[in-house]
């Protein structure tokens, strides 16, 4: 008696479907996922720079002197520093955010000191001389924006996301 030789496997036909499938699959997924991670990214470096502000009005408060919130853009990384007022900013040491594709986005209001933004906290933890925001987007997902707005004299800050529509020409309020 002969044994029946059965095949076992997957003609051509159904590996290119299959193949096919999912292409267009991560085709559909992968913009949503790198908007996803761009996202938490900039999610991420908004929450330091806050802690940053704070660190900076906390310090004032404690040491009874005028205490300085840093940031600017060098080698295509965003990095922010804490120092006293009296401190050039030029000596003081940098932090630079975790993700090279955050940028300051020109949506930035603080004030400026050549290329270096500035908040400037007196000892009592007010505001001197200019409230504003700190926008970062993203290089990759440009429509995302993070910031952290100083909206008061009195040094109130809050954190917000990019808007659908604008006010004042800006997405970040």
């Known amino acids: 008696m002969y044994k029946s030789l059965t095949q076992k496997g997957f003609t051509l036909l159904e590996v290119l479907s299959v193949i096919v499938l999912m292409g267009v699959i991560a085709a559909i997924a992968a913009p949503s996922w790198l908007t996803f991670v761009e996202g938490k990214r900039l999610n991420s470096g908004r929450d330091k720079l806050y802690l940053g502000l704070r660190e900076a009005q906390t310090k004032a408060q404690r040491r009874g002197l005028d205490w300085q919130f840093s940031l600017r853009e060098r080698d295509g990384s965003v990095e922010w520093a804490t120092h006293p007022k009296s401190v050039d900013s030029a000596t003081v040491q940098w932090t630079a955010l975790d993700a090279a594709s955050l940028k300051i986005d020109e ?7 050549g290329s270096t933004y500035y908040v400037r906290f007196d000892d009592d933890g007010n505001v001197q001389y200019r ?8 290089r990759r997902v440009p429509q995302l924006k993070r910031c952290v707005v100083v909206s ?7 954190k917000s996301k990019e808007q659908a ?7 970040c309020y």
């Open 107 to 113: 949506e930035t209001t603080l004030a400026t000191s």
């Open 152 to 158: 008061t004299i009195i040094g109130a800050m809050r």
């Open 131 to 138: 409230l504003g925001r700190v926008t970062l987007s993203s």
């Open 165 to 171: 529509t604008p006010r004042d020409g800006k997405f």
